[in-house]
């Protein structure tokens, strides 16, 4: 099935003297960070029956989170984690390495769904990222950690309003803030795109992705959890002294299960219209000469997204290459979890374009890295928790690409949960609620399409929203990160 949104950028055209089609001709499919860094020795798949005081479902943030901080809580409990493939391989490996510190998916689309405690949102989410801070130092993890911030950039002029209105509220909020005018911008980082932007400049970590991955698991492993990979969890059920997992050669039978399994179909069927699995798409330049990245400038090498309702999302690599993804994120027909849909060459096409509009400077530059992955999404765009089967089981879904910083929150609250804590964490209405159920197909699908075009058009015409997204807005269901 092909997307039939309109992917026009309403950005002025500026000749190149290649074409952005070229830039591709030696971009290899597969993720940067699992290409640049060897995976760890494996650890072996289960073949026998085993016991457990919780059994944990899948080796991504989320999953790795829940097992470490269930140690550290109780290090005489015993922990199994399970992974499909390998520990970090899906979306924990792919992402751009944005670690921050929003639990909301933006500071806005937490004002519109939890404004009564949109203050202790922003102040655990600031904890939460100096935690996991935190936890990079003492436990060693070489992941490239930098608290270097987020710049978001207005392309358009009418989202120079938008980000002076987000600034006035995040500095509310308790956040460190610092607005841009046109100059100002152009200062920091060279594009003829940018019209101003809004610098937050502690709210955000940059990091290697795959590298923090991999130092959760050996983190886990190093505190006694038993990881197995190659492992598919097939179901889970309940039984009378807990659960059993079964796996396709053997059962963990655990008092407790945790099930962090992202956009992949939920074992608890109760789960599945609450999620969505939407393919996000990026780029990664060759590295930058010394000369092409004085030519863009970028000296406090923050991450940048730019401030349009359908947005690109960029930073530099250790070893000064560019990532570039976003913008033409894509819902799939009755929401098929498959490798071949991470790639999609129309989509990379778009992202070249884009990213020589942005920075013309850097003609000739080529891409190295192709590749896609999946993204859990849900109706209010931010991740939920909850449990099932009298409390033996517990989950999170629904992180909307933010996942690797708000993993490790919600992986304690499920915690929390699963063990009874009444924490202040647990009794946030962030935590004892649920997105909105998406309907069955074909209006699934239809939804989704109508609410995309919608969000290109309103790019396309100063942010005025129409009928369809004021509705949207009206019922809770509105978007605004």
């Known amino acids: 099935m092909t997307n039939f949104l309109p992917t026009r950028r309403t950005l002025s055209p500026i000749p190149h003297p290649h074409t952005p089609m070229a830039s591709l001709a030696d971009a290899m499919p597969k993720p940067y960070w699992l290409d640049v860094h060897p995976e760890p020795e494996p650890c072996s798949a289960l073949t026998a029956n085993i016991r457990a005081d919780l059994a944990v479902v899948g080796g991504g943030y989320t999953g790795l989170w829940a097992a470490l901080q269930a140690k550290e809580h109780d290090p005489s409990l015993d922990v199994v984690l399970l992974d499909a493939d390998r520990c970090g391989s899906a979306a924990s490996g792919r992402n751009g390495g944005f670690c921050a510190s929003s639990l909301t998916h933006g500071i806005l689309n937490g004002v519109a769904r939890f404004a009564e405690e949109m203050a202790e949102l922003e102040r655990f989410g600031l904890e939460n990222l100096d935690d996991i801070e935190r936890s990079v130092s003492e436990y060693g993890i070489d992941c490239d950690f930098q608290r270097s911030g987020e710049l978001n950039v207005a392309t358009q002029s009418w989202q120079v309003a938008e980000l002076e209105r987000c600034a006035t509220v ?29 610098e937050m400049p502690r709210s955000t970590a940059m990091l290697n992705p795959a590298l923090l991955a991999y130092g959760l698991r050996q983190a886990c492993l190093e505190r006694g959890v038993r990881i197995y990979e190659w492992t598919p969890a097939q179901a889970i059920r309940e039984q009378r002294a807990g659960v059993v997992v079964t796996t396709p050669y053997a059962k963990v039978h655990a008092a407790r299960g945790l099930l962090a399994t992202n956009g992949f179909p939920p074992l608890l069927k109760r789960l599945r219209n609450y999620i969505v699995p939407v393919y996000d798409y990026v780029l990664v330049t060759e590295p930058l000469t010394s000369d ?54 129309e989509t990379y096409a778009l992202l070249a374009q884009h990213f020589f509009d942005t920075f013309p400077q850097l003609a000739g530059v080529r891409f190295t890295h192709r590749w896609g992955g999946l993204i859990d999404t849900c109706t209010r765009f931010c991740s939920f928790v909850g449990t099932a089967m009298g409390g033996r089981v517990g989950y999170a879904l629904g992180f909307t690409g933010l996942g690797v910083g708000s993993s490790k929150f919600a992986a304690a609250v499920v915690l929390d949960k699963l063990y009874g804590r009444n924490t202040e964490r647990a009794r946030l209405k962030l935590s004892n609620t649920k997105p909105l159920p998406l309907p069955p197909e074909p209006l699934r699908w239809a939804g989704i399409q109508l609410t995309r075009w919608s969000l290109n058009r309103a790019d396309e015409r100063g942010g005025r929203r129409n009928l369809w997204l004021r509705t949207l807005d009206r019922i809770g269901l509105g978007f605004d990160s």
């Open 292 to 345: 092409q990245l004085a030519s863009i400038g970028w000296r406090k090498r923050q991450g940048i997204g730019d401030a349009g309702n359908q947005f690109h999302y960029y930073r530099l690599t250790a070893d000064n290459r560019i990532l570039w993804g976003g913008y033409d994120a894509i819902y799939y027909y009755g929401g098929p979890v498959r490798s071949e849909l991470t790639v999609r060459p």
């Open 170 to 198: 995040a500095k509310d909020l308790g956040h460190e803030v610092r607005l841009l005018a046109a100059d100002e911008i152009q200062d920091e980082i060279h594009s003829p795109t940018y019209l101003g932007a809004l």
